[in-house]
């Protein structure tokens, strides 16, 4: 109970709208960190916001300081919640000129690795798992190629998994594949269904989907290539920070990390990389003693 005699929810509640939304959204994060371990606190404030509205609508209350009870007291709630938090949003060979680079560029250096690991951050659905997956398989190394793909967001990866995409966009991923120096047809690698497409089986062998935080979870050990493109826009600039020394972590000398092309290197990281190509964010992790 407050001083006023209410309980703390029913007096933020009685507060005007946009001054204990903001201060709801605070609660609501301190609370997913406290009782479920997830840490928001460095997320981008103002898109976080948006999205926890988002979820009070999802959920069908009116308020966030309405969240707080319903999450704090039912952990059945929280994939949606992460889902509800996360902007899965993606596409087949998203700038299709970082696929035309990583084909020409970074597979022949890659070449010269016995295995190929691969950790591809934030999948959402994971339509940048199986682009990979083409282009190594017709470079020739996907043989000797393991693609790890995470999230944090489950029903996302379970949608990755099945590898069921809507027919609709296949003309818009077309177009990518081709510019991305594909010279087969897409249509080679799925199986249309009516509205949908299911992509080859083949494409999936060496890909594993599966949940990790790169806020709380550790580093994947040995990885030569890292690509983790637009996550790190919804972090603040200490968070990015962290997670980028995460990453140099788990790259191999001389490995490569992608970034999204509205990203950056940190201050603090960026004497660890040279970058191969500074506008497409493609860097490569220096040799000991050169950084
Ligand atoms: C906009 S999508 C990017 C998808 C893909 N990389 C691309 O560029 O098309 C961002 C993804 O990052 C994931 N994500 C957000 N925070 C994360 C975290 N802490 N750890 C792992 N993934 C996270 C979200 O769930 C979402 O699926």
Redesign the pocket.
């Known amino acids: 109970m407050s001083a006023c005699g209410a309980s703390p929810i029913e007096y933020i509640k009685s507060m005007p709208h946009t001054k204990t939304d903001d201060i709801a959204v605070q609660l609501f994060i301190d609370m997913l960190r406290l009782r479920h371990g997830y840490d928001f606190r460095h997320?981008a404030r103002a898109s976080l916001r948006r999205r926890v509205m988002g979820l009070c609508r999802q959920l069908q209350v009116e308020r966030a300081a309405d969240l707080i009870p319903l999450v704090l007291h039912d952990d059945s709630l929280l994939p949606r919640v992460?889902?509800g938090l996360?902007?899965?949003?993606?596409?087949m060979f998203?700038d299709p000129e970082v696929f035309l680079y990583l084909r020409r560029e970074i597979l022949p250096l890659l070449k010269s690795f016995p295995r190929i690991n691969i950790w591809?951050?934030?999948?959402?659905?994971g339509?940048?798992a199986y682009s990979l997956a083409i282009l190594l398989q017709e470079e020739d190394v996907y043989h000797r190629a393991r693609i790890f793909s995470?999230?944090?967001?489950d029903s996302?990866l379970a949608q990755a998994e099945e590898g069921i995409f809507p027919a609709e966009r296949i003309k818009e991923y077309s177009r990518n594949y081709f510019k991305a120096g594909g010279t087969r047809s897409l249509s080679d690698y799925y199986h249309a269904q009516y509205d949908l497409v299911k992509m080859d089986e083949s494409l999936k062998a060496n890909i594993l989907f599966t949940h990790?935080?790169?806020?709380?979870?550790g580093v994947f050990g040995e990885m030569q290539l890292i690509?983790?493109?637009?996550?790190l826009i919804?972090?603040d600039r200490e968070l990015q920070a962290r997670?980028q020394k995460l990453f140099c972590d788990s790259l191999v000398r001389g490995g490569i990390l992608c970034l999204?092309m509205k990203e950056s290197l940190a201050p603090r990281i960026d004497n660890e990389f040279r970058a191969l190509d500074a506008r497409l964010k493609i860097f490569r992790r220096l040799p000991k003693g050169v950084a």
């Open positions: 997320y992460l889902a996360s902007v899965p949003v993606t596409e998203r591809q951050v934030g999948c959402a659905t339509e940048e995470t999230d944090i967001n996302a990790h935080n790169v806020v709380s979870d690509l983790c493109r637009n996550v919804y972090f997670v999204g």
